[in-house]
Structures are given as structure tokens and as C-alpha cells.
């Protein structure tokens, strides 16, 4: 219920384009024509069409559209609220794995770094020995630099 409340213009935007896309429109250039990754089943038409159209008005008419008392009302509001459920759920999940994927490279710095010097010196001696060319062996320094907790400056 907090959302209906007190929307932003970019959640009313992004309810609009779901919505849109939802009822066959392409993805709009003001979202980087993105596709809408979740497709939610068994929603009407016509309660894509509410939603949208009251996407579009002032805050005020917006959450009066859908705390109204008729079905296309409650069924936008439903499915407006299962927009929010996943959003917070992709967000979370992301979040969760963002957290893991920090401290597996805290715990193992070091050997992160270990690795990066040893390919950096793999890739000089190739460069030296012929083997691969100045500027791929820049770019294998480059990426290796990237790893490291302190990046060598020495290229």
C-alpha cells in the first residue's frame, strides 16, 4: 500500500512501459528499449490498458484509479503490486549474490593476486620469447591489473 501513496514519476514510468509491453508495444527508446524480462499470465488486456492510461495522469489520479472500487481497479492494483514483489525480489537475490561474490574475494585475495602476477609473468616471457604479440600481452596485463587488490602500475 506505501506505493500507491506515494509513486515516483520513474516507478509510474516503469509500470507504464511494463504495461505497454504487455500489450504488444515495443520497447520504448525512453527505457534503452529494453525488454521487460518478466511476463506475468492470465493479467487482461484491458487491465493492462487501465493501468497504463492511469500511469499517465497526476499522482493523485493515479492512486485514486487504484484504490478504486470496480474489478479493473483491483486487478491493476494486484498486479501493480506483484511488479513491486519481484522487483524487491530480483533486488534482494542480487544483492545477496553481489555480498557472496565480495567476501569469496575477500577470503581469497590473495591467491587472486598470486594468479594475476604468475599470468602477467607468463604473458612477459611469451612477449619476450615471440610467442604473443606487445599489444595482446597489454592487454592480458591489463586485465590481469584489473584482479589485483593493489594494480601494478607498471603495465
Same mark, same amino acid.
Given at each position: 500500500? #506505501?506505493?500507491f501513496k506515494?509513486?515516483t514519476e520513474?516507478q509510474?514510468? +516503469?509500470?507504464?512501459?511494463?504495461?505497454? &509491453?504487455?500489450?504488444?508495444?515495443?520497447?520504448s527508446h +525512453?527505457?534503452?528499449? &529494453?525488454v @521487460?524480462?518478466? !511476463?506475468f &499470465?492470465?493479467?487482461?488486456?484491458?487491465?493492462?490498458e487501465?493501468? $497504463?492510461?492511469?500511469?499517465? &495522469?497526476? #499522482?493523485?489520479?493515479?492512486?485514486?484509479?487504484?484504490?478504486?472500487?470496480?474489478h479493473?481497479?483491483k !486487478?491493476g492494483?494486484?498486479w501493480?503490486?506483484?511488479?513491486?514483489e @519481484?522487483?524487491?525480489?530480483v533486488a534482494?537475490?542480487g *544483492?545477496?549474490?553481489?555480498?557472496? $561474490?565480495?567476501?569469496?574475494?575477500?577470503?581469497?585475495?590473495t591467491?587472486?593476486?598470486n =594468479? =594475476?602476477?604468475?599470468?602477467k609473468?607468463?604473458?612477459?616471457? $611469451?612477449?619476450?620469447g615471440?610467442?604473443? $604479440?606487445?599489444?595482446? *600481452?597489454?592487454?592480458?596485463h591489463? *586485465?590481469?591489473n584489473?584482479?589485483?587488490? #593493489?594494480?601494478?602500475k607498471?603495465g
Open positions: 500500500m #506505501k506505493f506515494n509513486p520513474p509510474l514510468n +516503469f509500470i507504464h512501459e511494463m504495461a505497454m &509491453q504487455h500489450l504488444g508495444h515495443p520497447p +525512453f527505457w534503452g528499449r &529494453q @521487460v524480462p518478466w !511476463k &499470465q492470465g493479467i487482461s488486456p484491458d487491465v493492462y487501465y493501468v $497504463a492510461d492511469a500511469t499517465r &495522469q497526476p #499522482k493523485h489520479e493515479f492512486q485514486r484509479r487504484m484504490l478504486d472500487d470496480n479493473l481497479a !486487478k492494483a494486484g501493480v503490486s506483484n511488479v513491486g @519481484v522487483i524487491s525480489d534482494s537475490t *544483492a545477496r549474490y553481489i555480498n557472496r $561474490a565480495t567476501a569469496f574475494i575477500a577470503r581469497n585475495q591467491t587472486i593476486d =594468479a =594475476a602476477n604468475l599470468i609473468l607468463g604473458t612477459s616471457v $611469451a612477449t619476450l615471440g610467442l604473443i $604479440a606487445p599489444s595482446t *600481452a597489454a592487454r592480458i591489463g *586485465a590481469a584489473s584482479l589485483l587488490s #593493489k594494480p601494478d607498471s
